[in-house]
């Protein structure tokens, strides 16, 4: 049949009326531009592991005919021994987005607003948008110190990034228990993307308490932004509910060679604690430095630093920078607009970001 043929009163009704409209995420950039340095999107500066080199090598393309494993069974058994938890208690998916986009799927459907800071990863917003959850966002304190009081009312869910970002703190644990243990209708959700890097775990309370849910990522600490693994940890009931959404959604998301470099690289114990370390040190460097040449910034448990420049504003140092070839992230807006959200790279990438900053900073016209 012919549109214009029909006769039921709908000739009007245009197919973009049913368009779900979302405004997405903005990732950080990506340039193509060669020989730049990197420093926007908190990606590991070194290499993943080289057992991860090592299978690459061997990899045996036959195994593409099949599909991969929808359990992903080794890479949930090599989380599972890492956490000593069950692997009940383990759930997998193709990056933290991928997993804290299920779990807003599969927790936050009451009806009533799920709660997450002013300042905070700019996904949960586009989630909740994307779901039709309803949301409330608490201000951080003026030092953007979360104010647990906020997440001790009526909610539908809780999402705390801890660390934060991009500010960098991170938040006692005892404050998260207080959170968890307060809310007993609701799943809270604590995104510890950067905990590798100096913050407190929650995974100790996931055995307490049913609603907790502890979301990390193999993409900062684990250097496999390029891969896309991440996971969830919480109660068999919480992970159970979790899978059953999953598997009515696409159960074949991860492939194979992602489920084994994944599991050998969470093996490698010894080589995660070695690049964890060396960019703890040289975030430590690079904090004593940054304020050394007037920058100031909440104290980071992360692989990033949140500075602020008490002279030049942030826009510009920010141009600047990207001129040079050297790219920070800059997050416009009211509270966030002066501040540069710096990752921690090798020591030679910070040494050049630092003798950029250096020279422009003394060259006194700036803004004096
Ligand atoms: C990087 C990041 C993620 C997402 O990481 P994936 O690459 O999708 O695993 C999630 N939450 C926060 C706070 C992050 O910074």
Known sequence: MKQTDRTDGRENASWESGVRRVV????????????????????CPYPPSPRVKRLAAEFETDVLRLYPDPEASLLVKSIAERFHVGEDQVFVGVGSDDVLAMVFLTFFNTGRPILFPDITYSFYDVWANLFGIPFSRPALDENFRLVKEDYLTENGGIVIANPNAPTGISEPLSVIEEIAAG???????IDEAYV???????????????NLLVVQTFSKSRAMAGMRIGFAIGSPKA????????????????DAPTIAWGAASMADEAYF????????????????????????????????????HERVPAKELFEALKEAGIYVRYFPGERTGNYLRITVGTKEQTEALLSFLREYLKEGKKNA
């Open 24 to 43: 997405p995420y903005t990732p950080g950039e990506q340039p193509k531009r060669p020989g730049i340095i990197k420093l926007n999107t908190n990606e």
């Open 183 to 189: 809310n007993p209708g609701s799943l809270v959700i």
């Open 196 to 210: 590798d890097f100096g913050g407190t775990s929650a995974l100790p309370l996931v055995e307490k308490y049913e």
């Open 239 to 254: 992970i159970g509910y979790l899978r059953d959404v999953k598997f009515s959604f696409n159960s074949y998301t991860m």
């Open 273 to 308: 604690q070695e690049t964890v370390g060396k960019v703890v040190d040289t975030r430590e460097y690079l904090k004593k430095e940054l304020s050394s040449l007037g920058f100031s910034f909440p104290d980071s448990r992360t692989n990033f630093v949140f500075a602020s």
